[in-house]
């Protein structure tokens, strides 16, 4: 590997990743709303969640979810065509390893932004389908079968991009792949860091939030109501439907 292809790769994909198409979708279809910060009431609580991300997610609670489906989509395809692009012109090199990592910082932070971007989750799993699809769709699969069965939300939510990880490093073994996987996560999850603290403030104040009102706040509601009588937690903790505190914690 020699430098120039890789400060090419850094580059191109640090300034594709920092396309805000949360911003773009925002502008076409609600010209003039504010975008940047949303509040949702926390039941069983005084305080609201926060979210400061500017991201799919964001523009799902205001545009709704097609339009925050076809967000992830194009936030995905950022990393997706970097890597594709390096992979085609050195395909023995990492330098689509390095354009990926660089798509999902710029995604967290944009250049064209001030830096204020969202957190990268589309992106990474953009950039882990060119990595190794078949362990998406793997780590994707168990994620969904444990956090079911565990009722727990944020594990069918977060887990599959932790257990790229550990399938990377026993179906290939290669250093580069692993590095970017662990990068991947570590770039993650620092992002998370802002929504993660509040996480732990409700917990710690007795007012988490029920699985199905979490649900509710990252737009699984539906999905999550109908796979939830399959988890193997005592049926009290997931009752009500609607939301209320979860009596478990």
């Known amino acids: 590997m020699t430098v120039w292809p890789a400060v090419l790769a850094a580059l191109v994909g640090y300034l594709v990743g920092s396309l805000s198409f949360a911003r773009i979708v925002m502008r076409i279809r609600a010209p003039g709303r504010d975008y940047r910060k949303l509040h949702r009431d926390v039941p069983g609580s005084e305080s609201d969640f926060e979210g400061k991300s500017v991201s799919a997610n964001s523009v799902r609670e205001q545009l709704g979810s097609r339009e925050g489906c076809l967000t992830a989509l194009l936030d995905a395809f950022k990393a997706v065509a970097v890597a594709l692009v390096?992979?085609?012109?050195?395909?023995?090199?990492?330098?689509?390893l390095i354009a990926a990592t660089a798509a999902i910082v710029g995604h967290i932070y944009p250049i064209y932004h001030r830096f204020e971007g969202g957190m990268g989750l589309s992106t990474v799993y953009g950039a882990f389908l060119?990595?190794?699809w078949l362990g998406v769709?793997?780590?994707t699969v168990v994620s969904i079968v444990v956090g079911i069965l565990a009722g727990r939300v944020l594990v069918l939510r977060w887990s599959g991009v932790?257990?790229?990880?550990?399938w990377i490093w026993w179906t290939t073994g290669d250093?580069?792949?692993?590095?970017?996987?662990?990068?991947a996560n570590a770039l993650y999850w620092t992002a998370m860091i802002p929504e993660l603290r509040q996480y732990f403030q409700f917990k710690s104040e007795g007012t988490l939030p029920g699985e199905q009102d979490i649900a509710e706040l990252l737009g699984m509601g539906s999905f999550w109501r109908k796979v939830s009588r399959y988890s193997l937690r005592p049926s009290a903790s997931r009752s009500g439907g609607g939301g209320g505190?979860?009596?478990?914690?």
């Open 137 to 139: 769709v793997v780590t």
């Open 175 to 183: 250093p580069w792949q692993i590095g970017f996987a662990v990068v």
């Open 162 to 166: 932790v257990l790229m990880i550990p």
């Open 86 to 96: 390096f992979l085609a012109w050195q395909p023995d090199e990492p330098y689509y």
């Open 245 to 249: 505190r979860d009596t478990s914690q």
């Open 130 to 132: 060119v990595v190794d």
